[in-house]
Nanobody, 124 residues
Framework: QVQLVEYGGGLVQAGGSLRLSCAAS????????MGWFRQAPGKEREFVAC????????YSTDSVKGRFTISRDNAKNTVYLQMNNLKPEDTAVYYC?????????????????WGQGTQVSVSS
């Protein structure tokens, strides 16, 4: 079993920054792609970014490119999402997830373990 715990969410003004962390336990995750998703009220869960096992490859959705950066520290079994220049439309619950394998994946069906989520709220 894999347990994922996200933290670092909060309330921030537009233009501000937050850094989300996702700590994993139960299994070493250095072989797996890890991803971040988000879900706003009344909307479907949306892909944000993912990162390869060694951190050498990343992929993110267009709406966050240039503002969000995904990274990982395999020694700490932790994945990060640095979010800069936040906008009100970034308001959502953010989830980290472990992919089934090693292919960068943007669909939620490609992930088998999920954290409980952390709320990010951006005020205008």
């Amino acid at each position: 079993q894999v347990q994922l715990v996200e933290y670092g969410g909060g309330l921030v003004q537009a233009g501000g920054s937050l850094r989300l962390s996702c700590a994993a336990s139960g299994r070493t995750l250095s072989s797996y792609v890890m991803g971040w998703f988000r879900q706003a009220p009344g909307k479907e869960r949306e892909f944000v970014a993912c990162i390869s096992g060694n951190g050498g490859r990343t992929y993110s959705t267009d709406s966050v490119k240039g503002r969000f950066t995904i990274s990982r520290d395999n020694a700490k079994n932790t994945v990060y999402l640095q979010m800069n220049n936040l906008k009100p439309e970034d308001t959502a619950v953010y989830y980290c997830a472990k992919a089934y394998g090693t292919i960068l994946e943007s669909t939620y069906t490609g992930y088998d373990y999920w954290g409980q989520g952390t709320q990010v709220s951006v005020s205008s």
